[in-house]
């Protein structure tokens, strides 16, 4: 049974940093791609971050470039998200999906169709 778990998740000040973590068990962790994506309240989710089963490829959406990298440890079956200089239009809803199939487009690397697993998600709150 495949199992996504994300923690770190919390409430901070404009500027703040976390760092989100997300534990597969279930499948064969390094033969799937991994992602972060947000919903906020009221809007669809959005893809965040994308990393490839090796580690080799990673991207990010625009608006957290610079601020946000994804990372992953295939040893430790464990997505990460370290989330420097917050703002308050990053309060959302995170979730880690992973899914087998190659994302050989930006598109299907942040679509929330493409992903087969899903954790249960980690609240990020950034107000002052």
């Known amino acids: 049974q495949v199992q996504l778990v994300e923690s770190g998740g919390g409430s901070v000040q404009p500027g703040g940093s976390l760092k989100l973590s997300c534990v597969g068990s279930?499948?064969?962790?390094?033969?799937?791609?991994m992602a972060w994506f947000r919903q906020a309240p009221g809007k669809e989710r959005e893809g965040v971050a994308y990393?490839?089963?090796?580690?080799?490829?990673?991207s990010h959406r625009d608006s957290v470039k610079g601020r946000f990298t994804i990372s992953r440890d295939n040893g430790k079956n464990t997505l990460s998200l370290q989330m420097n200089s917050l703002k308050p239009e990053d309060t959302a809803m995170y979730f880690c999906?992973?899914?087998?199939?190659?994302?050989?487009?930006?598109?299907?690397?942040?679509?929330?169709?493409?992903?087969?697993?899903w954790g249960q998600g980690t609240q990020v709150i950034v107000s002052s």
């Open positions: 279930g499948y064969t962790y390094n033969d799937y791609n």
């Open positions: 999906a992973a899914d087998r199939w190659p994302k050989a487009t930006v598109a299907a690397r942040y679509s929330a169709t493409e992903y087969e697993y």
């Open positions: 990393i490839s089963p090796s580690g080799g490829m990673r």
